[in-house]
């Protein structure tokens, strides 16, 4: 048994200093610079949704900027907790595996899971949701398996929090978790699932109380619920092939586990199905990476000696390694760790030629690695994502604090559609004059 846990506590050990190497890169990503923006204002004495805006929860943003009050504004303090919220993901999905079997295959998962996170942006709310939406998973299955009150109150209050680092995806586990119990109760007609679903339920939204202790529920409203649920029309057009690929690979899980599924794997397969309906908006690969932490915890089921159909179907299973783990070492091929954005010569011209910015349309990690303040309250405008009256603000905004330097990179918008003829891109073109190029950001001074 020491051995056992001998060789448990190498694999790990292994598995973060990988995690550690493969992740040790900096790059100047527009979904991390949402974050880090987003810190980097409440660290500056900003107000989330009042001085600046964003259309997602505050967890992700009060964390980073806690944790850079104890170890000052860091990119590397901020990334390092991204890594250990990934390795601590690893970890629940290897424990969750164990409760559905006792395999060594289980490791597979988790492991498969770290190597695909190589080309993943870490500092973003959609990481810090995925450790609480495993971990709620882990304590929902323990409750189903040991019938104890307390495994749902803390599969609720991890769903919470989950809820307060991404809406939507919280939102919608939420949703399939709570409705499971009530199909439980149907099925086996047993009321006890009734009140394990509402005991779940008032355990979950406890923690959003929060929000409403901070901010007025109009305001809340308007920009978790209304902006994305009614502005947002999909200005990302991504062919549906990918998401089919996943969705047969999840159709061949499902073939190999149905004749030793147990309410723990039904349980499984329906997360993973509501999860892949939550990426219809965005189906690209990374955003359905981000969901399948239910087939990585289905791996060793599926390769179990036991299961007659695996011979047959074993290519499929490969494939959906292969599929889920490509772009990783394509990212790794060309991104060695240790790359990182400080170096580049436009931060250098940054501070010696300009004394306020405004970075766009999305490169909002600008502001943090220039240590500036953003003269609009929008970290990114995006044409046909961002209302006209959006556009307008920022302009007006423009216009009242005339940074001398704009900064601007229309190549991170070209997949977006992005419409050049708005307010505030006549305004750059009245008012300021190309001097400078890297790569393919521009830079501009006033007139």
Partial sequence: MHFILKKQNIYWLTLLIILLIFHANHPLDGDEGVVLEGAWNIINGRELYTDFWQLTTPGVYYLIAWLWKITGVSYWSANLLGILTIFTSAIGIYKISQLITNSKLNYLGPSIFAVVSFYWPLIIYHNFNLFFLIWATYFFIKALKYNLGKYYLYSGLLTGLAILFLQNKGIVFLTALFSFLIVLAIKEKQSEYIKQAIYYFIFSILPLAILFIKWPASL???????????EYTGIVNIPFMLLILFLLMYMTFTVLVCRQANRYIWLLLYLQLILFISTLSLPDHFHITLIIFPLYILLASVLSKENLWYSKLKALVFFFVVLAILPAFNYVAYRL??????NSPLFSYIKDNCQQIYAGPFIPGIYFESRKLNPTPFSWLITNHHTEGQFLEARQHLESNQPDCVIFNYASVM???????????????DNYNRVWNIDTIDVYKKL
Avoid: E, M, Q, S
């Avoid at 809340?220 to 009614?230: E, G, M, R």
């Avoid at 760790?337 to 400080?342: A, D, F, L």
């Fill in 220 to 230: 809340l409203y308007k920009n978790l619920i209304a902006f994305p649920l009614f």
């Fill in 337 to 342: 760790p240790g790359y990182t954005i400080v």
């Fill in 415 to 429: 997949k977006y559609n992005y419409n050049v003829d708005n307010p505030v891109d006549d305004y750059i073109r």
